[in-house]
């Protein structure tokens, strides 16, 4: 008996610093995985390698389908609601090229952990490298699908002025709440597989209520109530997130309150991703 409590006495408490849970090790994560960033760039870039891979045309895939969407999709709904394609074609295309860049971004980043079971398991990497990995895929995609606005600015020349600029700290919002997105619904759907399924019906619904494919003036115009139809389309944050990166480059002024608006959901999501960092990213490994 005594030697029990001999034994019990020799045994040290575990210091605090090696709790799983705390600020400390999720800022340390995420700091060792910028670090690391030759790896992510490295992975990324195989990402798109790999999935076209053995294909003819290669990446450009991305640039094609994109851009034959984009132009179908504006013909048919600038002759639906009687546009100017000179237009309304440039609108529907930047549209498409940064929704295509929130979609994966959730989507993509929601699978991030589960499709890297192997590499999880078998390499000793801060789970924020998968993060900066998917991100970092994102823009690669996104530099692909810019092409084809640059064309369409050649064939319908837009008014742009000196807010063009504005796009880089818009980009820069984009890639600041694709890194929180990845973060809390890669972990989160890691451990409930439905939710990558309730995001994929989620972003479909999404996509229909913003405006992309239709501008807010010809809903206007065709209801009459264009005031009270706003107000709806103001409630959904990808409207002000289109508008702070669409409106430089189509040579217009974007309102202050988009840019706060993109700033306060930007900040609530970093708040969510250090709370799932801090309690779950210990257990991503096991979850996979």
Excluded at 83 to 88: A, C, L, N, S
Excluded at 117 to 143: C, D, M, T
Excluded at 150 to 173: D, E
Excluded at 215 to 224: E, K, Y
């Amino acid at each position: 008996m005594s030697a029990e409590v001999n034994d019990q006495r020799i045994i040290p408490p575990p210091p605090p610093g090696i709790q799983s849970r705390s600020l400390r090790r999720a800022f340390s994560d995420m700091a060792a995985g910028l670090r690391s960033r030759e790896l992510w760039l490295h992975l990324g870039w195989q990402d798109i390698k790999q999935r076209y891979r053995r294909s003819v045309l290669g990446p450009l895939w991305i640039t094609i389908a994109t851009g034959v969407t984009a132009v179908a999709m504006g013909l048919l709904y600038g002759e639906l609601f009687h546009m100017d394609i000179k237009t309304f074609l440039p609108y529907v295309t930047l549209g498409f090229i940064f929704w295509n860049f929130i979609q994966n971004s959730i989507l993509d980043g929601a699978e991030v952990f589960s499709k890297n079971e192997g590499l999880i398991k078998q390499l000793p990497a801060p789970v924020s490298v998968h993060v900066y990995r998917n991100s970092w895929r994102q823009l690669i995609i996104f530099a692909h699908n810019i092409v084809i606005y640059l064309v369409i600015l050649i064939v319908f020349p837009q008014p742009l002025n000196w807010t063009v600029v504005l796009v880089i700290p818009a980009i820069a919002l984009f890639v600041l709440n694709g890194i929180w997105v990845t973060i809390v619904f890669g972990i989160l759907s890691t451990r409930f597989r439905d939710i990558g399924q309730l995001l994929t019906t989620a972003v479909q619904l999404v996509f229909f209520m913003t405006p992309i494919i239709w501008t807010t003036d010809s809903l206007g115009r065709q209801t009459g109530e264009q005031s009270e139809r706003l107000k709806l389309v103001e409630l959904n944050p990808m409207y002000h997130y289109l508008e702070i990166t669409r409106g430089p480059l189509l040579g217009q002024s974007v309102a202050f309150y988009h840019w706060l608006i993109v700033l306060a959901c930007t900040a609530v999501g970093w708040l969510m991703a250090i709370l799932v960092m801090r309690n779950y990213r210990a257990r991503v490994a096991y979850w996979v």
